[in-house]
């Protein structure tokens, strides 16, 4: 596995990749990786004969600077781990390097993301998706993938990136990949690393409630469901739900009755002390 830091040396690399006939699979990172990158990055091995990760903590994302600064780092670790997994390369740029002059002196362009970013955590975090689009966009047209490799946990970011590549004309297979869970039922998050040992205890209660739910749902509107996740996990020491929406898989809009959709997926942010989990879950499909 070779290291890349700089962007012209990526795009030599693509280059020879691309003039060798290699498809080129991409794992978008921002480190700290655990058992569910590794799952997107053994899919991507198994797929492509060239695998590009990027370890990149985009500060454009953060809309909270403190959650950009305590965001975990682990770098040496991470390149092990890649390594041993059979990346082929891994980009791990400063923020220079992407960003010259810094974030703030880039062009702004605003993409256009549809209703998918406007709802949820593009509610919650004003900006967030466009600082996604921004990274996301780059590393698309610095590597050329073939083939992207994104984890379900981040249901929303990945609708957001399918209807940025159509908006912009990028060529590229997104490849949405399962959520991997902790033996717990704790979706598995670099940020999972913040929890104390008393948090990480009781953490595993969203996917408990959210399953419970699924079952609950089947006898119950859509609006108790909602209620009783919500009640549920609230009643969770250290837990508070920021939101918890039941929605059209494809819009993401909220749907008030079970028949309006035949895929419908509910998605909930949980604070669990200061540190905010995601997570969701499949209701209905019949496609």
């Known amino acids: 596995m070779i290291i890349i830091r700089k962007v012209a040396e990526l795009l030599d690399f693509v280059e020879h990749q691309k003039e060798q006939g290699n498809a080129i699979g991409l794992v978008p990172t921002m480190g700290a990786l655990h058992a569910g990158h590794l799952s997107l990055v053994e899919r991507a091995v198994s797929e492509n004969p060239c695998v ?57 362009h605003e993409f256009d993301l549809g209703t998918a970013a406007e709802v949820m955590e593009g509610k919650f975090r004003p900006g967030h998706f466009q600082g996604v689009a921004q990274v996301v966009s780059l590393l698309f047209r610095l590597c050329r993938p073939t ?33 991997k869970r902790a033996d717990d039922g704790l ?23 959210l399953e419970y739910s699924v079952g609950y749902a089947r006898e119950h509107s859509v609006r108790a469901t909602h209620d ?27 749907v008030e009755e079970w028949e309006e959709s035949p895929w419908i997926v509910g998605c909930i942010t949980v604070y669990c002390g200061e540190v905010r989990l995601i997570d969701n879950i499949t209701y209905k499909k019949e496609i």
């Not at 209807?163 to 399962?178: L, R, S």
């Not at 020491?237 to 993401?252: C, G, N, Q, S």
Request: aromatic residues 8%.
């Open 147 to 179: 083939r992207a490799y994104f984890g379900e946990k981040d249901f929303q970011q990945i609708a957001v990136i399918r209807n940025m590549i159509k908006t912009e004309g990028i060529d590229v297979d997104i490849v949405a990949c399962p959520i």
């Open 52 to 108: 590009i990760a990027s370890v990149f903590v985009n500060p454009t994302q953060f809309n909270n600077p403190t959650d950009l600064a305590t965001y975990p780092r682990k770098e040496e670790d991470d390149f092990r781990l890649l390594a041993q997994a059979g990346v082929t390369a891994v980009f791990a740029p400063e923020v220079d390097e992407m960003y010259p002059g810094g974030p703030e002196a880039q062009p702004r």
């Open 187 to 209: 979706a598995l998050s670099s940020r999972n690393a913040l929890l104390t040992p008393e948090q990480r205890e009781v953490a595993p209660e969203i996917h408990k409630a």
């Open 228 to 254: 009783t996740v919500v009640e549920r996990i609230d009643a969770v020491p250290h837990m508070k739900v920021e939101y918890f929406e039941i929605v059209d898989a494809r819009t993401l809009l909220p």
